[in-house]
C-alpha cells in the first residue's frame, strides 16, 4: 500500500519512516522541503519528492503517486512568528493536501498535532482529550488548532495525534534549546523546580502512528489522542542529568514565576514593536518550565491498542548518546 509521509527529513518524518521500514510493509512516498542525506533511507520502498507543499502543483505530483493513506507530519513549528507565516505553513497546507485527499476514496489522513492546545500558563494534570480548549496561547498553537478543525469537517477518515515533547535521537528543538541557553548562561530553574511534565520518545510516536495507520477498529477513526510515554517526570531533574551527561553541569540560577512571566511579557512586547526577532524568553516558555502538565492517554490505549514500547529514560540515553556522537 503507498503511504504518503510529509515533513519525511524532519525529526519526527526521518524517524517513522525508519520505524515503519522495520515494522510494516508499507511503500513510503517521502515528501520533505530539504534534503538531508542522512535523514534519507535507501530502500526500494521508499520514493523521495522533494517540494514545497503549499505549491498546489507539487500537491498534485504527490497524489499522482496514488497514495491511500496520508501522515502529515509537516509544520512550523515554533513558539515565535507572524501569523501569516504559521497561517501558510499550517493551514494552507493542511488544507491543499486535503482537497486531493477528497477526491480520492478511502483515504485514511493521519494528522500529527500539538498538545500546545492545552496551554493556558496554568498547571494542568491528567488532561484528555475532551478537557478545556482555552485562548491559543500563541500563532503555532492556533494554526494547529485550525488545522485540526479544518480536518474535522472535511469529510475524510482520520486520527488526529498530539504528542507531548517529542525526545530522543535527533531532536534539534527541545533539548537543543535548552543546551543553547544554558550555554548562554540564559537557562535559570523557574519556580520551584519541582513541576512535573510528560514526555514522548520519538520511537513511541512512531510506533503511535503506525497503531493508527493499521487499526481496524471504526471507532478508532476520526478521533483525537494525547500521545506520550505516560510517565510523568520532574522536568528540571531531567534537564540537569541531561546537561551533566554532556558535561555542561546542573542549572545554578533560579528565578520566580512571576518574575519571569513579567521579563518574558515585556520582552515579547519590545520585540514586536521593534526588531520583531524571536525574544530570550517567551511567555509560552515559562510555561512549559514552569508549569506541570501531563496527560491520561488512556483513550490512544483503548482505541488504538497504543503502548509506549521507550520509556523515557531510553529516550534521553539515546538523545545523550547521539549529541556525544555528534560532537
Known amino acids: 500500500m503507498e503511504l504518503l509521509i510529509t515533513g519525511a527529513t524532519g525529526f519526527l518524518g526521518y524517524r517513522t519512516i525508519e520505524y515503519l521500514l522495520e515494522k510494516s510493509d508499507f511503500h513510503i512516498i517521502a515528501a520533505a522541503r530539504t534534503k538531508r542525506p542522512e535523514r534519507c533511507f535507501k530502500s526500494k520502498r521508499v520514493n523521495y519528492h522533494f517540494g514545497d507543499?503549499?505549491?498546489?502543483?507539487?500537491?498534485?505530483?504527490?497524489?499522482?503517486?496514488?497514495?491511500?493513506?496520508?501522515?502529515?507530519?509537516?509544520?512550523?513549528?515554533?513558539?515565535?512568528?507572524?501569523?501569516?507565516?504559521?497561517?501558510?505553513?499550517?493551514?494552507?497546507?493542511?488544507?491543499?493536501?486535503?482537497?486531493?485527499?477528497?477526491?480520492?476514496?478511502?483515504?485514511?489522513?493521519?494528522?500529527?498535532?500539538?498538545?500546545?492546545?492545552?496551554?493556558?500558563?496554568?498547571?494542568?494534570?491528567?488532561?484528555?482529550?475532551?478537557s478545556k480548549l482555552y485562548r491559543p496561547v500563541n500563532s503555532y498553537a492556533w494554526s494547529k488548532r485550525e488545522a485540526e478543525n479544518i480536518l474535522k469537517s472535511s469529510g475524510l477518515s482520520y486520527i488526529i495525534l498530539r504528542p507531548r515533547a517529542l525526545v530522543?535521537?535527533?531532536?534539534?528543538?527541545?533539548?537543543?534549546?535548552?543546551?543553547?541557553?544554558?550555554?548562554?548562561?540564559?537557562?535559570?530553574?523557574?519556580?520551584?523546580?519541582?513541576?512535573?511534565?510528560?514526555?514522548?520518545?520519538?520511537?513511541?510516536?512512531?510506533?503511535?502512528?503506525?497503531?493508527?495507520l493499521i487499526t481496524k477498529k471504526k471507532e478508532a477513526l476520526n478521533e483525537d489522542y494525547n500521545i506520550t510515554n505516560d510517565e510523568p517526570v520532574i522536568l528540571w531533574n531531567t534537564i540537569d542529568k541531561v546537561l551533566q551527561s554532556l558535561n555542561y553541569g546542573t542549572v545554578q540560577g533560579k528565578i520566580r514565576i512571576s518574575l519571569a512571566y513579567g521579563m518574558a511579557w515585556l520582552l515579547e512586547k519590545f520585540s514586536k514593536i521593534g526588531s520583531q526577532k524571536e525574544p530570550a524568553l517567551l511567555r509560552y516558555s515559562v510555561s512549559t518550565l514552569a508549569r506541570s502538565m501531563t496527560f491520561d492517554i488512556s483513550k490512544a490505549k483503548k482505541y488504538l491498542n497504543y503502548h509506549p514500547i521507550q520509556s523515557s529514560d531510553d529516550a534521553i540515553q539515546e538523545f545523550i548518546q547521539w549529541k556525544k556522537t555528534e560532537y
Open 53 to 130: 507543499l503549499s505549491n498546489e502543483d507539487y500537491i498534485k505530483e504527490l497524489f499522482s503517486l496514488d497514495p491511500k493513506m496520508i501522515v502529515n507530519c509537516a509544520s512550523l513549528s515554533s513558539p515565535w512568528g507572524k501569523k501569516y507565516l504559521f497561517t501558510r505553513e499550517n493551514i494552507n497546507t493542511q488544507s491543499l493536501l486535503i482537497k486531493y485527499a477528497v477526491k480520492e476514496s478511502g483515504i485514511r489522513f493521519i494528522y500529527i498535532s500539538s498538545p500546545s492546545i492545552y496551554v493556558n500558563h496554568r498547571d494542568r494534570i491528567n488532561i484528555t482529550e475532551k
Open 168 to 212: 530522543g535521537r535527533g531532536d534539534t528543538i527541545i533539548f537543543p534549546r535548552l543546551i543553547r541557553a544554558h550555554e548562554n548562561g540564559k537557562l535559570k530553574r523557574m519556580g520551584s523546580g519541582k513541576n512535573i511534565c510528560d514526555l514522548t520518545s520519538v520511537k513511541n510516536m512512531a510506533h503511535a502512528i503506525y497503531c493508527s
